[in-house]
């Protein structure tokens, strides 16, 4: 059963389980976050949408996303996919590659649903990718980036940061003008 935008958004949510949290981040990304608003409850898609000024044209690209998730295809990235590294970032990944003997590895980015409802990120070393991933190159270190996280990914830099806090890495959301 596809959605359509005279379906409730809470029901969407509800009847789409395995999806959800993907579902959830859809709607984050064009600016409606539905979770938790009263009006989500009897709202279709489309009067929600309405409501925060969204064309029909915007609706239906709304639309098409959250099908593309349901079909295992994930949000589609608008534009050209912009994730980087900055310089303390990519010597990171290449130390670890060399530690663990994958320098050959590129590293792989998800977005996964973490136990509190939030996001945790997701980076690991792989040889291949998986079906769909998208493959990019920042600061020299090859990058998969897993297809159903990519639009809630794009535009993100992550950084290093070693000091009296911690180290580790970070993921910071650029804005684009």
């Given at each position: 059963m596809p959605i359509t935008r005279d379906m409730i958004i809470q029901?969407?949510?509800?009847?789409?389980?395995?999806?959800?949290?993907?579902?959830?981040?859809?709607?984050a990304n064009v600016g409606l976050r539905c979770v938790g608003c009263g009006s989500?409850?009897?709202?279709?898609?489309?009067q929600g949408a309405k409501v925060h000024g969204f064309n029909d044209e915007k609706i239906d690209n709304l639309v098409d996303d959250l099908n593309r998730i349901l079909e295992?295809?994930?949000?589609?990235?608008?534009?050209?996919?912009?994730?980087?590294?900055?310089?303390n970032a990519a010597n990171q990944?290449?130390?670890?590659?060399?530690?663990?003997?994958?320098?050959?590895?590129?590293?792989?980015?998800?977005?996964?649903?973490?136990?509190?409802?939030r996001a945790?990120?997701?980076?690991?070393?792989?040889?291949?990718?998986q079906e769909g991933d998208y493959e990019l190159v920042s600061e020299g270190v090859g990058i998969y980036v897993c297809r159903m996280s990519a639009a809630m990914l794009n535009n993100?830099?992550?950084?290093y940061d070693s000091g009296p806090d911690g180290s580790g890495f970070r993921f910071e959301k650029q804005q684009i003008s």
């Open positions: 029901d969407v949510l509800d009847n789409f389980l395995d999806n959800k949290f993907f579902l959830i981040n859809a709607f989500a409850t009897h709202e279709s898609i489309e295992g295809k994930g949000a589609k990235v608008e534009g050209e996919l912009n994730i980087s590294l900055d310089s990944m290449r130390l670890a590659m060399e530690n663990q003997g994958m320098v050959a590895s590129k590293l792989r980015l998800s977005l996964n649903p973490a136990e509190n409802g945790a990120y997701g980076m690991r070393l792989v040889d291949n990718p993100i830099k992550i950084t």
